[in-house]
């Protein structure tokens, strides 16, 4: 079957984002059990965090979900979930920085986080719709409903890889103002660097992802020919 061959273009990237979400909890439970020395939980680092960028405006509230943290650029308001907000951890006090370190973005206009999204209308309509397109045109015969779908699924390509950027540049920003601000030591940063790190992974991983599913689309399309 053609589009079962096709499949195997996926399975590296399968196999690296399984790797990723494997690598990115198992990093952070390890580092949820190590309590930071000046005992700050995530809400409190995130609150200081912030007042020092001068973003006092900026409310956290807290959300439901495991690692579900993020800023939300539009609403202008962070969110972290029960285990970072209430966590005193030096894992829950490096996703609370990384998630300060958007808002910091933010308000400073940095242009691939701006990029990004301006795409994200694009990005969301095309991972819903391109293959739907893709496989009408398929089925239909229809050559144009095929590159549609090729190109809206493109968008959502450049979004993933415009992602990698502005994810490492916050965990950048988190790791630098926590050291500057003393908020963690030494050891503690390391550890912090590397629940960051193994977070970075799964962005890579989906970025891979997204691109060998470009290419399965490019590859069933032209074998249609």
């Known amino acids: 079957m053609l589009f079962d061959r096709s499949f195997i273009i996926l399975i590296p990237a399968l196999v690296i984002a399984a790797y990723a979400q494997y690598k ?3 990093t952070f ?3 949820s059990k190590y309590r930071s020395k000046n005992g700050y939980t995530g809400a409190q680092v995130a609150r200081m965090l912030l007042d020092y960028s001068g973003l006092n ?8 979900g495991h690692l579900s943290d993020h800023y939300d650029p539009s609403k202008k308001v962070m969110r972290l979930s029960e285990s970072v907000y209430y966590g005193n951890s030096v894992a829950s006090i490096g996703v ?3 998630e300060t370190g958007h ?3 933010h308000k400073e206009k940095y242009i691939p986080l701006i990029f990004r999204n301006s795409i994200v209308p694009v990005a969301n309509f095309g991972s819903s719709a391109s293959w739907i397109l893709f496989i009408l045109g398929f089925m239909f015969g229809i050559r144009g409903l095929v ?6 699924f493109t968008a959502v390509v450049l979004f993933q890889i415009v992602t990698l950027p502005v994810e490492l540049n916050a965990s950048s920003r988190a790791l630098k103002i926590l050291d500057r601000r003393a908020i963690l030591y030494n050891d503690e940063l390391r550890g912090a ?12 991983a989906a970025a891979l992802t997204s691109i060998a599913n470009l290419l399965r689309l490019i590859y069933i399309s032209r074998e249609r020919d």
Do not use: D
């Open 147 to 152: 590159s549609i779908g090729i190109i809206l």
């Open 96 to 98: 609370a920085a990384h």
């Open 29 to 31: 439970n390890k580092y």
């Open 193 to 204: 660097r590397k629940v960051l790190g193994a977070a970075a992974m799964t962005y890579v």
């Open 24 to 26: 990115v909890s198992s």
């Open 103 to 105: 808002a910091i973005q």
């Open 57 to 64: 405006y900026v409310p956290i509230e807290l959300i439901p």
